[in-house]
């Protein structure tokens, strides 16, 4: 037998040569061709933010994107996977801030804008090449010839057009509302953005004097507050108006709650329902009073500001919570905003962008807000105004960007309108293919079933978030980004008396404006370019102007310059510019961004090349998309889209995925991929997410530098289940250079299945195919081994096709890993040794009518030639089916294949292609299946596994009693009934030396021998007889005491397992595993018992 040249696959060696020959061989690149629509596989990957490098997360995403990718194209369709990253203007901008203030001592403000854009496109440059670099360290076959970046200038004209077409259907505007604000980075954020982390905080309780307070009536109504400061702006305090039938709804609802509790959770029910008692008594009076005085239009004195505001009557006042009245502040606090509506409050800012009082917070003012605090309490100390303060744990909003705490702030913001519109409205937007507007056309994207979620849980995330129907923010206060393509106009109003004269010289100046604005299309050759908005919000001497292109802002600064400079009047714009000129009197471009979620959401398309390429179909029908004809060889549009998967993160449904769906059925007609694939969140080992301020995050780079690629590929995919998330036991680990990184052992399992299929395939298959010359075969008339094996093979591509069709990468690869480690290696191998060598037996049936080993009537080829031959093929197989999940490997074992084995097959033999990754996937040949004696083979394995584990228990006694061990039993005798001592005698040969026993009897009435260990599985007796080797008593005291110390331990998990406080509070990891500890030892103890039972 010839030996292997490598023992180990040493992924460094291979996999650079191996990336470098896919890119050079084009296999990434696609071109649209006259495959149909059927045979066309397309995704977009989600784009990354450029700040960084790729974590564990976009390592598992983008594996299994790969997987499906690399299956599609071995299945024969034209497949393109698009890579590219996300510009992330919150994010990269912050970073880059953070860099120049940390080396230069500068902010933002003292480089300017276009400074600070100039520096953070170097950084692009400098950085923005790494995610790249590890997508391909990863062996990611995305089409690298046509990475985009969504500040790109395909991006930037289909953002543009969006922006256009929404602001002149009215479905974008501008008003002043409350937003999410960060302080720091002096922008508003988005709620998805926003995460919330218990703080140490505090629970001031103020009192305000009520203003004429007749006798019997409180003086002061209390409040209590954790951000004292924003009382500075408070309008209003509410106090219910049903106190009491409220009181008692809360009781209800309490002593249904305590009859359902369990008997841990009754005390804390009870202490409640006390409380609720105790507040009918003391507190229900006072609010009853309150209640009618804020009927009768009292007001209050506001401290500090000496600021008169009413006592209202609003349900969001709870009676049975703090002291039952609510201060409101409707300017700082998205609840009390609500409020405000309710009731016509004023709503006042007191906060300046970079969190300071403002004007309105009168002597505070210019204070940071902490400072402000402080000086409130400070001063309502000094009147007697303050009851108390307490402790309290406080739920604190932040930004997920710069971790600075959240401020709700009144600002003018650019919004899109998601809820449904008036039908006449609606009608007229061609976007929204009848549906009444763009949060429903989604929804109805998803219950019709023209895009489905995997697993189908998460559809309802989807649904319900967009059932809320919120507007999007859609403006950014930042300058890396797309700039919102507005201009404000201040028209040229004469002054006037009335609210109808200024509408109606509004109306005029505005009618005069867009006629100059016509010119200027006229002129400029550039129709429909510019779009004219009058805001109902907004003072009536103002009005907005949206533009299409580049070219209509370059316009409209030539305007400015000219206007600066005088007019020139041989210019082609001079009659355009002078009617311009007679209507505005001040232009200024909109200085935000767009939210960086508005270019993300238009990924699928923008970056297969709309708007140039129109892409029309209906958008909410079942059948054969219209976009699937295609217009022209390059047309990537209509002939890659829409996608076919999505691969993403639960995190981002909301932000991300509900967007896409909008926007392409807005602009293309549309939904811009089918299927959306939800992939687990990767956590440590005690269930924590990554991050570098707890230290616990593992850089994919290190995992392949330690593991190589095809193991960090292996792991995420076999750990990638529907039903939970991943958690790996991070552990630091020290390099020879001197760095710590961290792994996990959780890869040492994919390490260890790519050495075993490399030495298999090197070390076994190749190393024996001397004088290989196939033949084709009958597999009908193979052995039964080979026939066996076969059977196994289309069983393990069933249940790969079965998996795959549906997402199920776990079930996938755990499929492949039993065949490629238990069934090809294990055991096929193992029985395929003896045929080739040159003394191998011949294997005789019990009717001694044919060998095990023949592989035909007339014998044509030797038993030797038979095993290499099927060997090859099942290695073939094999090596197409693993590709997708370890594409490295079995690249480098294809390519060897080939030198040794250049044809190949059952049937017909053909010569293979030259490289795998451009190979034609695995098809189940239904005709090899045979169920029989594959269940034959497993009443085989079941005994030769009997006889291993005796062996082993009699081997384990030996070396405690430092004697040596025995490489087979004597003898072994089975008793079955008579079919499976059939199908024992005929594999008898095989069976001896593979179970390790000297002799074998196998009848239906063989006695038990005696001083032996047995074993029983299934309908099969398996007896060994040990005596001369072991102490059986001895054998028998050590299971015996064994047995009650697992029932110990097992009791005591168990009783773990039963204490319904104990589920519910620990975390989730640690129930799960205390399961699956107390499964184990169940195992163990039924095994235990069985043996002591056989053992009489």
Known sequence: MAKTESKSYTPSEHEPRIFEMWVKGGFFHPSPDDRPAGQRFSMVIPPPNVTGALHLGHALNNTLQDILIRHKRMQGCNTFWLVGTDHAGIATQATVEKTIRKEEGKSRHDLGREELVKRIWQWKEKFGGRIVEQLKLMGCSCDYERERFTLDEGCAKAVRETFFKMFRDGLIYRGKRLVNWDTQLQTAVADDEVYHETVKGHFYHFKYPIKDAKPGEPT???????????????????????????????????????????????PAIQSQLEDIAERKTSLLPTLLKLRDMAKAGRMILLPLVNREIPLICDEWA??????????????????????????????????????????????????????????????????????????????????????????????????????????????????????????????????????????????????????????????????????????????????????????????????????????????????????????????????????????????????????????????????????????????????????????????????????????????????????????????????????????????????????????????????????????????????RKMSKTLGNGVDPVDIIEEYGADALRYTLAELATETQDIRLPVKPKKLPDGRTINVSEKFEKGRNFCNKLWQASTGFVLANLEGYSPQPLDPKEIGLVDRWILSRLTACQQEVDRALEKFRFSEAVGAMYRFMWDEYCSWYIEMTKPRLSDQAPVFVQNDGAASLAQSSPTGSLSRRASAQQTLVYVLDQLLRMLHPVIPFVTEAIWAELNKAAPRRGL???????????????????????????????????????????????????????????????????????????????????????????????????????????????????????????????????????????????????????????????????????????????SEQIRLLESHLSEAG
């Not at 924003?230 to 002593?255: F, N």
């Open 220 to 266: 002061h109504v209390h409040i209590a507050t954790t951000r004292p400061e924003t009382m500075l702006a408070d309008t209003a305090v509410a106090v219910h108006p049903e106190p009491d039938a409220a009181l008692e709804v809360a009781e209800t609802q309490l002593q249904v709650k305590l009859r359902e509790a369990s008997e841990k959770e009754k």
């Open 318 to 687: 709870d009676p049975a919570l703090g002291t039952g009245c609510v201060k409101i502040t409707p300017g700082h606090d998205f609840n009390d905003y609500e409020v405000g509506k309710r009731h016509d409050l004023p709503v006042i800012n007191m906060m300046t962008p970079d969190g300071r009082v403002n004007e309105n917070g009168g002597p505070y003012k210019d204070m940071k807000l902490a400072d402000a605090r402080k000086k409130v309490v400070e001063d309502l100390e000094s009147l007697g105004l303050v009851e108390k303060i307490e402790d309290r744990q406080i739920d604190l909003a932040h930004s997920d960007r710069s971790n600075t705490p959240i401020e709700p702030y009144l600002s003018d913001q650019w919004f899109v309108k998601m809820g449904d519109l008036e039908p006449q409205h609606a009608a007229k937007i061609e976007g929204l293919h009848g549906a009444p507007g763009l949060a429903q056309m989604a929804i109805d994207a998803v219950k019709s079933g023209l895009v489905k979620f995997h697993p189908d849980r998460y559809a309802k995330t989807y649904i319900d978030w967009l059932s809320e129907k919120r507007d999007w923010c859609i403006s950014r206060q930042l300058w890396w980004g797309h700039r919102i393509p507005v201009w404000h106009v201040n028209l040229k109003m004469q002054a006037v008396h009335s609210s109808s004269e200024a509408v109606h010289e509004q109306n005029g100046l505005v009618g005069e404006l867009r006629t100059a604005l016509d010119e200027l299309e006229q002129v400029a050759s550039c129709q429909g370019s510019y779009c004219l908005w009058a805001d109902p919000e907004s003072p009536p001497n103002s009005c907005f102007i949206a533009t299409r292109s580049p070219l209509a802002d370059q316009i409209l600064r030539r305007w400015l310059d000219e206007i600066g400079s005088g007019l020139d009047p041989v210019s082609q714009y001079h009659a355009a510019f002078q009617s311009l000129r007679a209507c505005i009197r001040k232009l200024d471009q909109d200085s935000d961004v767009l939210d960086t979620w508005f270019s993300s959401a238009l990924w699928p398309h923008s970056t297969l090349g709309w708007p140039n390429g129109e892409c029309k179909a209906p958008a909410l029908h079942s059948g054969e998309s219209k976009a699937g004809a295609l217009r022209s060889p390059g047309d990537l549009l209509s002939y890659y889209y829409p996608t076919s998967v999505l691969s993403t993160a639960r995190e981002i449904i909301t932000l991300w995925v509900a967007r896409m769906v909008i926007t392409g059925l807005y602009n293309v007609g549309e939904v811009p991929f089918k299927d959306v694939v939800i992939h687990p969140v990767i956590q440590d080992g005690q269930g």
């Open 907 to 1081: 049937r017909e033999l053909r010569e293979a292609e030259a490289h795998l990754v451009a190979a034609a996937w695995p098809k189940a040949d239904a005709a090899l299946r045979d169920e029989a004696l594959e269940a034959q083979m497993a009443d085989v394995q079941d005994v030769i596994r009997s006889v291993r584990d005796i062996r082993t228990v009699v081997n384990d006694y030996r070396g405690r009693a430092k004697q040596p061990s025995v490489r087979a039993l004597p003898s072994v005798t089975v008793r079955a009934t008579p079919q499976i001592c059939e199908v024992l005698t005929r594999f008898s040969d095989f069976l001896r030396p593979l179970a390790g026993c000297d002799a074998l009897v196998v009848a239906p009435d063989a006695a038990k021998p005696a001083a032996a260990m047995s074993r029983l599985c299934g309908g099969v007796q398996v007896y060994a007889p040990v005596g001369d080797l072991v102490d059986l008593a001895e054998v028998r005291r050590t299971d015996e005491a064994r047995l009650e110390e697992l029932r110990g331990v097992l009791s005591r998990e168990s009783a773990r397992l039963s204490n319904e406080d104990f589920v519910r509070r620990a975390d989730p990891g640690i129930v799960e595993a205390a399961r699956a500890r107390a499964a184990e030892l």
